[in-house]
């Protein structure tokens, strides 16, 4: 069976922790896809709060949008188990970057076990407008590239 290659950077810019809770487990007792999306989404949230932003934008930054995603699955994860979520930002492009996820289970006294990886293409987005942003200053600085680079 072919598989999703995800080869995320070994940076890590923010780590966020989640406890899996019995509302995110499938009918397997495991975690399911849409509760890893949904984990995903609250630590790309809180991705975001750390450096000053939020999802919809605010008068000096525009909202972001998602224009892609990809998850694989290392092992399974369950009920009660911490999952540490580092996340990094990549291949910048014009108007955005992606954004890549390495999901970890966690225990104390334990090696953390790969739970999956996982990237979302995000795009600076005006919600006013409907259109595509340029990827603000900021950003780009933080990112460290030239944006008279960028595709």
């Known amino acids: 069976m072919t598989r999703i290659k995800l080869t995320p950077p070994e940076q890590i810019d923010l780590t966020v922790e989640l406890d899996i809770r019995v509302t995110d487990l499938n009918y397997g007792a495991h975690l ?20 000053g932003n939020t999802e919809l934008g605010d008068a ?8 892609d995603v990809a998850m694989t699955f290392h092992s399974e994860g369950f ?13 910048p492009w014009r108007a955005g970057y992606v954004l890549y ?29 409907r259109k ?10 933080r990112l460290n590239i030239d944006r008279t680079k960028t595709t």
């Open 79 to 91: 009920l009660g188990e911490r999952l540490a979520i580092a996340m990094t930002a990549a291949e």
């Open 32 to 51: 399911g896809n849409m509760e890893l999306l949904g984990m995903l989404h609250e630590a790309r949230v809180k991705y975001l709060a750390h450096y």
């Open 101 to 129: 996820y390495v999901v970890h289970a966690v225990k104390d006294g334990m090696s953390p076990r790969l739970v999956a990886t996982a990237r979302t293409g995000i795009a600076f987005f005006d919600y006013t407008s």
């Open 60 to 67: 000096n930054t525009p909202g972001i949008i998602l224009n």
């Open 132 to 141: 595509l942003q340029n990827m603000p200053k900021a950003w780009s600085d």
